[in-house]
Every structure is written in structure tokens, then in C-alpha cells.
């Protein structure tokens, strides 16, 4: 209700109200003295942010339209250069496997390439993806439980490092090998407890029922297959850096164990993946900023682990890891517009936003930072983020302070750069564009939006239904 209205039948000789006025609800903030919480961290509230890396947040809508997922070169090649620094300055030269399906949007693997990083591909498109990208078979890390023969035909013979998850694909291997009359190098994917996250169990050979080294000595004894690694990864979003310590040190004590004979040396341990972003999980009370270790925390635990299970040889194996999460993640944002409002029966506000979980799958786990991209029309209140989706599931915040929102606003959400290019799903929108800002803040297009030809691209139509008869009249 306006002012100017209410006043106006009150009287018709008071002076005019100005014209933009607008009548707010009264509401009661309790009195935070300096607004710290009892975890003396500031109470989080929603700051606007109008811009990312220096371009308009307007202005990328305007050029590129909305939603519209923003990519920050810049971020992501800061991102793994802090994380190979901080290996190096530990004196260890650990190498990087990009793990693709954590976003597999080629300018972003390609960025990660020209920065050093290998391909950690699970499937046959990932590895396919990787080859059409220009990594040579021998870069390219083939984890996964599904690698059909073709594929592993394709990556044998282009010299790729297979960790091999279960028996029958070890047979497949060697069946391959003795086809070809020739040795292959494979790497053992492990599972086994750290004491700190719940093991993987499902993926790879187990250590502490005795499989592990039962295939181990399976593969020693081959005339066809060579065991040149092992590889685990013990979970993802590890926030204590102690997980990582007891990974390597198992890791290392396994792999001087499988050398003490002195038949075999291996080339390298391959620790998977697992560092925390800055995200806000879901269930954790604390904010990031106080509960996520610094990349060095791990990479401290990771070195000395490494250096010491490793002193008792005189060349080190190589040291592999395959962060995805904590490389790209907060290198992402993604730009969402209001297209309605509601307020709901229990009174609190709500907006629709034209992205929901189609596009924003990580919002399962996430409570997703989300801020406005225009200075607040008022105070913040608890207000539910609906995507568009004609489904009840589709929430992207059920709770986030945030000052009035109105249709055409726009809102910055994130990070949200690992696991949603790849897992969003092609259901009932169309996926927008993916765009790369790069250091010098010029703007490219890294995916296009889809249309209507994308959705209909595989659709085939039997000749007898190529037409919709007389309905179409
Ligand atoms: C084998 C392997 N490596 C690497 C990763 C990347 O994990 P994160 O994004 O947690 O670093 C995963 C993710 O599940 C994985 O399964």
C-alpha cells in the first residue's frame, strides 16, 4: 500500500507525498552488540555485488542474457598455482590430474592443461574428451568402474595410466595384453580406512580384508600386466588435513611392502581428490571461512607424509593428486534473475528465479552463498530461493537473508563452479550459457546456451509419425 494513497482519503488539503515512497513493514531485529556471534564471527549478511573480476554483473546479462554462469580465468589459474606451490615449496613436484567430471567445459580443462594439469577422465567420453583435447594417452589418468574393451583397447594403445577398480576389468586388461603380446603398466585402485571419513568402499581393491594384496601378488605374477601404481581417493570435502597423513603414510607403507622383494618399483602414488572449497556444506553449523582448512594445511600433511613413508628409497615415486572441487569451484559464479515473487501462507517472502536445481545440482549439498547484484531496497529478510521448474524439489535456498527482491533483480550465487556443468540436467529449461572472463577482463563464450535445435538434435522421428495429422489443422 502507498503512503501517498492512504493519506490521500484522509484528506485532500494535506501536502502530496513524494511519489517513490513506499510503506515496509515494521519488523524487530534483536540488537546484536557489534554483530558478532558467540563464535565471534561477524553475522553473515548478504553485501551486493555488482560485479565479478571487474565486468558489470549488468552488463554481462545484458551481453549474454540470464541465467548465466560466469567463469573467472583468473581464479582458476590462481586456484592450482597456489595448489602446486604449495607441494613445491615442500619440496615435493607433485602432478595435477584435472578431474573432468567435476566440469568438463573445454576452455576450463584447457586452462588447467596449459597450467601443467593431466586429465583424470572415468569414462570412455572423458577419456575421448581429453585425446580430442590434445593430452597425450600417457597424461591421462582412466579411473572409473566402466571402461568398456574398446575403450580400454584405445587407451592401451595409446599408453594411458589404467587404475583398475575391479577383477573383471583386470582380466579384461590382461586378456587384452596377451592378445597384443605385450606387458601393461596398470595401477591398482585401492579402498581402506583412514579412521577419518568413511571409506569408498565400492571403488577399488580392499587393503584391510586382504583383496588388496591378493591382487597385488595376482599382478606380479602376470606375464602380461606390470604394476607400476596405486591410487586412492578417500571421499570428498575432507576438512581434516590428519585424513590425508594416514592416507599416504598407508599408501607408502603398502608400496615399500610390494617392493621389499625388489622385483618391482613403482612409478607413482596416485592420492585421488577430496580438498574442501569454500563452500558452505549443508549440516555444518560454522561458516567455510572457519571450518575449511588452507590448501597449505593439506598440502603440509600430504609432503611430510610423502617424504618420510618415501626416505627409504633413493628416488621418489611421482606424487599425483586430482582436486577438482578446491580448483574450480569458487572460479564460478552463477548469475540468476527474479522473474516473480510470492509470499508464502506462513508470510515469509519467496522469489522464483529463472535457475533452479536444473542447473544448480550442487544446491543438494550446498547452502550456496547468493547475493544481490543492486544496492538493497531495504532490510534483509529470510527469504526461500524456487527455481523454475514446475517441481516441488526444485528450491535453490530455503532460507537466505536477503533485502526485498523484485522481478528483473539479479543475483550472484556462489561458488558454484565444480560438479554443476556436469551434472545439470537437460529437464524442461534450456541450459544457458557458460562464459570465461579472462585476466585482461575481455569476455568469451565458453559454451553456448542451448535452443531449441540442442534439445531436438537426437530426437528422430519414424516416418509414420513425422507429422501430427489433422490435430495440426
Ligand atoms: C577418483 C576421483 N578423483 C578425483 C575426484 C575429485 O574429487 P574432489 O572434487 O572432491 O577433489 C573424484 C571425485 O569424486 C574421484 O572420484
Redesign the pocket.
Known sequence: MSTMSTMSTMSTTMPTAPAATTWEAPRITPLEFNQLNKFGQRRVRSEAQDHIDGVLVAELVERFGSPLFVTSEKRLRSNIRRLQQAFATRGVAAVHGW?Y??NYTSAICNVLHQEGSWA?V?SRFEYEKARRLGVPGHRILF?GPNKPRAALERAIAEGARLHVDHLDELDLIEAIARERAEVVPIALRLNFATGFTEPWSRFGFNLESGQALEVIARVKASAHLKLVGLHN?IG??ILDPRAYAVQVKILCELMQRIEADGQIKLDYLDI????PSRNALQGVYLPPDQVVPEPEEFTEAICTAFLAGTAYRAERPQLIF?????VVDDAQVLITSVVGRKTLPSGAPAAILDAGINLLFTAFWYHHPVRLASPPRGQPRETVLYGPMCMNIDVVRNSVQLPPLEPGDQLVISPVG?YNNTQWMQFIEYRPAVVMIHTDRSVSVIRRAEDLDTMCAHDQLPEHLRNIGSLGD
Open positions: 578431474s567430471k567435476t583424470e572415468v579411473n581417493h570428498t570435502f585421488g581428490g577430496g580438498l586430482e582436486s577438482g572441487r578446491a565444480a
